[in-house]
């Protein structure tokens, strides 16, 4: 089955149509194989079928963002071609992933049983900011800087705000000693994200863990002159970013703040976030 993101249609598709075997189902229940033609957020919007399915799926880079594609190491329509025919002839080049999840957290404290998958990352603060003003730009422009492009105008809008984030240690959460000014707080399980950004250069999409970049109370100043390293992930040596990998983490704020995962609007924190082990199979080169 094939699915098409905004910036693409069923004209992409000739190029993938083999007659090894294959035919083209128009429904995922009666799919083989998904070929998803898009960017982090269209891949975003299927990952819970294709859990609850286990379909391999194919990314075909298309998007404003894809930042999910190239950790795959599938950089162009090239690329995804090579893997699908490998596909279609052995079957061979199947891998399994994490993914992670989000879901709020009620009044009691308990996570509810609703969950949102990512494949990318997931943010709090700065990051949503931001994402609501690249969201408002014509396709072209969020496709070719539009994170940069907006960053300096929320920047000077956005305040530091109170944040708390237990992280899961072995047995349980290791707990902040109460709320911190934070900037932004990163939960990523790929090692870029914002059309390259790289932000959590240690991820990986199957180690079963979260690698979490938190910024905290910088100058702004100092934030727009370091901007520029996130793009080669020499961010982590400045004093106020603190890196680490935890396999959950809670994010608590004094007054609801805005989540944004795969560049899409999710919920509200209070949340937990989380890796899901082996939670999508995907076809690679």
Excluded at 63 to 84: C, E
Excluded at 204 to 213: E, S, T
Aim: charge should be positive; aromatic fraction near 10%.
């Amino acid at each position: 089955m094939a699915i098409f993101g905004a910036a693409s249609n069923e004209k992409e598709l000739q190029a993938f149509r083999v007659e090894e075997g294959i035919s083209w189902q128009p429904d995922l229940t009666a799919a083989e194989a998904v070929l998803i033609f898009g960017g982090d957020g269209t891949v975003h919007r299927y990952l819970s079928q294709l859990v609850n399915l286990q379909l391999p799926l194919l990314v075909v880079p298309r998007g404003s963002g894809n930042d999910f594609a190239r950790a795959l190491g599938i950089y162009s329509r090239q690329d995804a071609l090579a893997a699908w025919r490998r596909f279609v002839v052995s079957r061979d080049n199947i891998r399994t992933l994490d993914l992670g999840s989000i879901a709020s957290i009620e009044k009691a404290g308990s996570p509810t049983r609703s969950e949102t998958y990512f494949c990318t990352l997931a943010g709090v603060g700065l990051d949503g900011e931001v994402l609501r003003r690249v969201n408002r730009l014509p396709r072209w422009f969020r496709g070719n800087g539009g994170y940069a492009l907006t960053l300096l105008p929320a920047l000077f809008r956005f305040v530091a705000l109170p944040v708390k984030i237990s992280q899961a240690g072995a047995t349980n959460y290791k707990k902040e000693n109460g709320f911190h000014s934070t900037f932004l707080a990163a939960f990523a399980n790929t090692p870029t994200y914002g059309g390259g950004m790289k932000i959590a250069p240690q991820a990986r999409l199957d180690d079963g863990l979260l690698d979490i970049c938190i910024i905290r109370n910088i100058n702004k100043l100092k934030l727009l002159a370091v901007f520029p390293s996130v793009y080669f992930g020499r961010h982590l040596g400045i004093s106020e970013v603190e890196y680490a990998k935890a396999r959950a983490a809670r994010v608590e704020t004094q007054e609801p703040l805005d989540v944004y995962a795969d560049g899409e609007y999710v919920c509200r924190t209070p949340v937990e976030i989380s890796i899901k082990r082996a939670a999508l199979r995907v076809i690679a080169p």
